[in-house]
C-alpha cells in the first residue's frame, strides 16, 4: 500500500511539522532539562560538574523543583522553542518533500511489491537531520547552556546567554558542538522517521489511519532513536558546555578548567576511559521518556494537522 506523499511545492509539511515540533517541545521540556543535567555531571576531571548532584531523572527533577522553583525546569526553553521553528520545520518538511521527489524519480517505491523502499527512507530521513540540525545549531547551544545553570548565579536571558557567547567565543562558539549535533541528528531521523512510517504502514489493517495508530508507531519509533542517539547525545551535550573563557563580575577570566575535549571521538574516549561505557547511556531514561511523549505529541498532532 502507497503512502501518501505531499507534493514538492507544498509548504504545509513544513508548517505543519514546526507547529507540532513546538507544541510537543513544550509539554516534554522539563524533562529534557532533567536529561542534560544527568548528561553533564560526573566528569572527573572538571570540578565544576564532578559531583553526582542527582541519582535519576526524578530525583533531578524533584532536586531542581526544590532547590531551584519549578521555573528552572523550563530554563532554556525560548531557544528550544525557537530550535523547533527552524529545526522541526526544516527537518519534517525536507523529509516529505525528499520523500516526494525520490517517489516521483521512480527510488522510492519497489514497483514489484508497491511499498516503499527501506533505503529510501533512510536517506531521506539522514538527509533532512543533518541539514535542520546544522542550521539550527546555535539555539542547541543557547538551550544547554541556560537548562546547565538554571537558577543558578549565572542565569540569563536569552539574549543576554546569545551576546556572551558571540563575544567572548564568536560565531564559532554557536556552531559548538555542531558534527555530534548532526550525527545526532541524522541517528534519530534515520530511525525515528522509517520506523514511524514503517509501523503506521504495517498497522493500517488493525487501526487504519486513526489516533491508536499514530500513538503505537511513534512510542516504538522513540524506542529505537532513544538508542541510537544517546552516546552522541552525551557527547554533544559535553561539547556545547564547555567553555573557553569565565566570566566573573563583567571580567573575563581563563577557564576554570583547560579545554576538556578537542572533539567528538576525544570527548567519547575520554568518557568511557574516566567514566565507563555505560556513561555514554547517562540520561538515556528521560531521553526515553521524553521522546516516547514528544514523538506521540508530534506525531499525533501533525497527522491532525493534515486534515485541514
Not at 547551544?141 to 545553570?149: A, D, I, W
Request: proline letters at 4%; a positive charge; hydrophobic letters at 40%.
Amino acid at each position: 500500500m502507497k503512502q501518501e506523499l505531499s507534493d514538492k511545492r507544498d509548504i504545509r509539511p513544513f508548517v505543519y511539522g514546526g507547529l507540532a515540533s513546538i507544541i510537543a517541545e513544550f509539554g516534554t521540556f522539563p524533562i529534557d532539562t532533567t536529561k542534560t543535567r544527568l548528561q553533564i555531571q560526573g566528569q572527573k576531571h572538571d570540578k565544576t560538574f564532578s559531583q553526582l548532584r542527582y541519582r535519576g531523572m526524578t530525583d533531578a527533577m524533584i532536586k531542581i523543583s526544590r532547590e531551584e522553583g519549578l521555573k528552572a525546569l523550563y530554563s532554556g526553553i525560548w531557544p528550544a522553542v525557537l530550535r523547533q521553528a527552524t529545526y522541526g520545520t526544516i527537518k519534517f518538511g525536507t523529509y516529505y518533500t525528499l520523500k516526494s521527489v525520490a517517489s516521483e524519480h521512480g527510488l522510492l517505491v519497489d514497483p514489484d511489491t508497491g511499498t516503499e523502499r527501506v533505503w529510501g527512507n533512510i536517506l531521506c530521513a539522514a538527509a533532512s537531520g543533518a541539514i535542520s540540525s546544522a542550521i539550527a545549531n546555535p539555539t542547541d547551544v543557547l538551550k544547554v547552556r541556560m537548562q546547565v545553570h538554571g537558577k543558578g548565579t549565572q542565569q540569563q536571558s536569552l539574549w543576554a546567554c546569545f551576546y556572551d557567547i558571540y563575544k567572548y567565543e564568536g560565531v564559532r562558539g554557536l556552531w559548538r558542538g555542531v558534527c555530534p549535533t548532526a550525527q545526532r541528528a541524522v541517528a534519530i531521523a534515520s530511525v525515528e522517521l522509517p520506523v514511524y512510517d514503517f509501523c503506521k504502514l504495517q498497522l493500517m489493517g488493525m487501526f487504519g489511519d486513526h489516533v491508536a495508530n499514530h500513538f503505537v508507531s511513534s512510542f516504538i519509533a522513540s524506542l529505537g532513536s532513544a538508542i541510537a542517539s544517546t552516546p552522541i547525545d552525551v557527547v554533544r551535550t559535553r561539547l556545547m558546555n564547555q567553555k573557553p573563557v569565565t566570566v566573573v563580575n563583567g571580567m573575563v577570566t581563563a577557564a576554570t578548567t583547560q579545554k576538556l575535549y578537542t572533539g567528538s571521538i576525544d570527548c567519547a574516549l575520554q568518557t568511557v576511559r574516566n567514566e565507563g561505557f555505560l556513561a555514554l547511556y547517562k540520561g538515556f531514561i528521560p531521553t526515553w521518556v521524553r521522546m516516547g511523549p514528544w514523538n506521540v505529541i508530534f506525531f499525533i498532532t501533525y497527522e491532525q494537522l493534515k486534515k485541514y
